[in-house]
């Protein structure tokens, strides 16, 4: 009686089956969940809080005799002091939003004579972080420098116009760096999200092209001997596709990855969107199919090109012989692979999917050459 009622409360002390799926699922759930850690804890706005409140001691103790810059600071000052409350209660993009409008403020308020460094500091910061406009901001500085300074005297002195000429273009400066910025902040979950389903249409992809030889090597596993392929005429045209649907979706991954900074947000916006992604997918197939048909006509003879008479799966046991001197234990193995043509084919196949330009600089080129030959040239 003791052992049954240990092994009831045993029983009763172990998980069932739905409680202990619940718990692998919090546990991979937490493992791979997206931590929102509050702005506060950003290590980068915190320094540059700390920036700015270092500039504004600065900038306090060299305008200690003009009330108005004094005032303009502290006012500054008391939204920064207000920094734990106000970037712990939004989320990041927002407290980054704050944290730069008051480093703009701060522009109205740089000592004159500093001016001209500042925007030299600041532009070589927009080259830096791969500012767009950043060449466009350079040549404004070289000529407003021109309009700004005395060039006469040595060193140069800063004209009676010459504040209203740099402080707008150090704003300007800025506001253009912040755009910068703030984009990337704004398109890094666009970019995952693009990214995540264009893996999940490539795997796809890939899966639906290597079917085919997976279902082969499970049948031999099944059933235990040779399949036959006299039914297998769609193989080629499937591998065509297949392949080409798999081409462009590698291909736009690529591109996602190396030119996503230069995406405008609507393009970013365009490559996240499931009918774009699949409008690519279907291009890859078509151009895929145009250059399978292509090279069956026979308008292009190459070795490079697969031979449609000899597409084939070849099978055989490898190594041919276990008779191998000195060797104990060789087993055959059964291989089931593509034979050249076919390969060759698949090959082709994917890079008319990846490639954009192929199938259309192929069809320009036939086009040309059946111009000429009209032509009798």
């Not at 092994?7 to 002390?13: E, L, P, V």
């Not at 692998?24 to 702005?39: E, S, Y």
């Not at 000592?111 to 070589?124: K, S, T």
């Not at 490639?355 to 040309?368: C, F, K, N």
Request: proline share 5%.
């Amino acid at each position: 009686m003791d052992g049954i009622a240990q092994g009831s409360s045993a029983a009763a002390g172990a998980l069932a089956p739905g409680k202990r799926l619940d718990r692998l699922k919090t546990f991979f759930g937490r493992m791979f969940a997206r931590r929102n850690d509050p702005a506060a804890d950003d290590t980068m706005l915190g320094f540059l809080i700390s920036t700015l409140q270092v500039r504004i001691q600065i900038l306090e103790a060299r305008f200690a005799a003009d009330p108005a810059k004094i005032q303009f600071l502290q006012r500054i000052a008391a939204d920064l002091t207000k920094a734990p409350t106000i970037f712990s209660t939004t989320n990041g993009d927002k407290a980054w939003t704050e944290a730069y409008r008051l480093e703009r403020m701060m522009t109205m308020v740089e000592p004159a004579d500093n001016l001209g460094h500042e925007i030299q500091r600041r532009v070589d910061e927009a080259f830096d972080e791969n500012v767009a406009v950043a060449p466009r901001l350079q040549k404004r500085l070289d000529a407003a420098l021109k309009d700004a300074f005395d060039l006469t005297k040595t060193p140069p002195e800063l004209n009676a116009q010459g504040e209203s000429i740099l402080r707008p273009l150090l704003l300007d400066v800025i506001e253009e760096t912040h755009w910068t910025f703030q984009r990337k902040f704004c398109v890094r979950p666009i970019q995952r999200i693009a990214s995540n389903r264009i893996i999940k249409a490539a795997v796809i992809a890939f899966s639906l092209l290597i079917l085919p030889y997976v279902w082969l090597y499970v049948k031999v596993w099944w059933y235990e001997k040779p399949p036959t392929f006299e039914l297998w005429s769609w193989l080629p045209l499937y591998s065509t596709l297949t392949a080409g649907l798999f081409g462009a979706f590698f291909s736009r991954l690529q591109s996602l990855q190396t030119d996503w900074n230069k995406l405008s947000l609507g393009q970013a916006r365009d490559a996240r969107d499931w009918r774009s992604i699949l409008l690519r997918g279907a291009v890859g197939m078509g151009g895929a199919l145009v250059l399978y048909f292509f090279l069956q006509s026979g308008l292009v003879k190459s070795p490079l090109f697969p031979d449609f008479d000899s597409l084939a799966l070849s099978q055989f046991l490898s190594p041919a012989t276990v008779d191998t001197p000195g060797v104990r234990g060789l087993s055959q193995i059964r291989l089931i692979l593509p034979n050249a043509a076919l390969a060759s084919l698949v090959i082709w196949s994917f890079i008319a999917g990846f490639s954009e330009r192929l199938v259309p600089g192929i069809l320009a080129a036939t086009e040309t050459s059946i111009s000429n030959a009209a032509q009798g040239k």
